[in-house]
């Protein structure tokens, strides 16, 4: 009951008219990022990060989370219209959402799937209402050796599931994240590590100027070398969803939300692998598989709620356990920490309200991507013709302008400008971005917990493999490395089928 108490008194002050203006013009905002291919929610989300440091902290926080919200769903538009995801979270709406087009149904794809970024985000804040308190708790539990489990379990799991069939790659992308984290001076004693005589490192590399290069910059480069898509179509047949086909896909959304919102409780996963994993299970459940990536709308409905109700559950450890479940959700914690909260296992106890206040923000965001997707349906395609050629310096400007606001230095622009280019080659070599994310997000909780860990256990690494909470994280990061080894892959998979087979042979006829 007190839940709810706070819920109510969270909506009662977001309900101004500076806050609901707020609401509005950062939704469409996010909604444009989204729906641009090259500009990413990440991208989005660092940018305003940069530009709204100075607002207060509720209406900073606020715009963000619309920008998050508003960019997952609009990419559906140019996956839809252009058969390219607005944003990676949205390539498995292309799937059915571009063959709809073809067949004249843009409108109707494009109606689906804001009932269904609606309902997914809708389902992962009840489960952050409910889940983010209870998580709290159990994290009161954890010590240096836990959290130390923690960070290395979240950048491990990041790199086995974001790396396209290569996990060692998603692993590398993380290891080089850490090795990121440990430049500069350390937390504890106060010594300066890796600079190489370059004062301007003594603080450490800035996790906003790099986020704005990786995501940023690299989008940029990226785009410029990948060829222009036109429209599949310039009109838009119904905006409005028949109340018919969202009762018929109401199970696929259920449990397309349910499992978007535990892909983002993982460590650095993402709203791709959210919308992937209830895709596949959608397909595999349908009794029409056929139809799928020919214009099902219970593909397009299992794509978009998945991928949406990850941004809720990807709140979940964010402000729970300060460990990110997404790329954005990363660059939101430092948003936090800016503007002077801290989230972590005494956020219950600290600021007992905000998780309910974030619910809050979160129920106004779902509301305003649902009124602008479906009014603003029309208009919004005039903003796929935006040649990239004129919109790609303006984006750059921006990612100059963001860092260097922060700090007044230009060696943030510089360092934005290096991660722009490391993460061009990572994308040209295909290795995933959100564990190089993760790892300089964790590292400094990695490397401040290993050795406070040792101080208390006067170097007995024991406490470290013997405590449950520990010692479970371990088996868990074992596994996960076992699992990413192909000749241990290959011989789990024959041995799964041979069972199989052998169990086929002993059936009778």
């Not at 004693?189 to 890796?194: E, K, L, M, N, S």
């Not at 310039?234 to 978007?260: C, E, H, L």
């Not at 994310?437 to 013997?466: A, E, Q, W, Y």
Request: proline letters at 6%; aromatic letters at 8%.
């Amino acid at each position: 009951m007190q839940g709810l108490q706070y819920l109510f008194e969270g909506l009662i002050g977001l309900i101004t008219l500076t806050s609901l203006f707020n609401v509005a013009w950062a939704t469409v905002l996010g909604i444009i990022v989204g729906m641009l291919p090259g500009l990413t929610a990440t991208m989005g989300v660092a940018l305003l990060t940069t530009l709204t440091y100075k607002l207060p902290p509720e209406q900073a926080i606020l715009i963000l989370l619309c920008m998050y919200v508003g960019a997952i769903y609009g990419g559906s538009r140019s996956a839809i219209l252009l058969n390219i995801p607005g944003t990676p979270a949205n390539a498995a709406t292309s799937l059915d959402g571009y063959p709809l087009a073809r067949q004249g149904r843009a409108g109707y794809a494009m109606a689906i799937a804001t009932t269904s970024s609606a309902i997914g985000t809708f389902i992962g804040i009840v489960c952050l209402a409910v889940i983010a308190p209870l998580l709290a708790n159990v994290a009161l539990d954890f010590g240096s050796y836990e959290f130390f489990w923690l960070a290395l379990f979240g950048i491990v799991i990041s790199g086995q599931l974001t790396a396209q069939g290569e996990p060692i790659k998603g692993i590398i992308a993380g290891i080089l994240g850490l090795m990121v984290a440990m430049v500069g001076m350390e937390g504890i004693h106060a010594h300066v590590r890796f600079t190489f005589g370059i004062s301007e490192l003594n603080g450490g590399i800035g996790l906003i100027p790099a986020m704005v290069g990786a995501f940023g910059f690299a989008e940029i480069l990226t785009v410029m070398f990948d060829k222009k898509a036109e429209l599949v179509s310039n009109k838009v047949d119904r905006i409005f969803p028949r109340f018919i086909d969202i009762w018929r896909t109401k199970w696929t959304a259920v449990r397309s939300g349910v499992i978007g919102t535990f892909v983002g409780v993982i460590p650095g996963v993402g709203e791709d692998i959210g919308a992937w994993a209830s895709y596949a299970l959608a397909k595999r459940t349908s009794r029409e598989k056929a139809q799928f990536g020919s214009g099902s709308i219970d593909g397009l409905t299992a794509a978009e709620t998945g991928n949406s109700a990850v941004v809720p559950g990807a709140l979940i450890p964010a402000l729970t356990l300060a460990v990110p479940g997404s790329a954005p959700a990363a660059v939101l914690i430092a948003a936090l920490f800016i503007h002077g909260v801290r989230p972590g296992p005494m956020i219950m106890i600290e600021q007992p309200t905000f998780v309910y206040e974030v619910v809050a923000m979160l129920l106004l965001a779902t509301i305003a991507i649902t009124i602008f997707g479906i009014l603003m349906a029309r208009p919004l395609l005039f903003v796929l013709r935006i040649p990239r050629e004129r919109l790609m310096p303006i984006v750059f400007v921006l990612c100059v302008i963001g860092p260097y606001a922060i700090t007044l230095r230009m060696f943030d622009v510089v360092v934005m400008l290096v991660f722009g280019i490391i993460g061009f080659l990572m994308r040209r070599m295909q290795y995933p971005m959100a564990p190089l994310v993760l790892g300089i997000i964790l590292g400094d909780l990695l490397d401040k917990n290993l050795r406070r860990g040792l101080t208390l256990s006067d170097g007995d690494i024991s406490p470290f493999i013997t405590r449950p909470i520990s010692v479970t994280f371990a088996i868990l990061i074992l596994l996960t490395i076992l699992a990413s080894i192909p000749i241990v892959r290959r011989s789990i998979t024959r041995l799964v089928t041979g069972n199989r087979s052998d169990r086929a042979a002993a059936e009778p006829n």
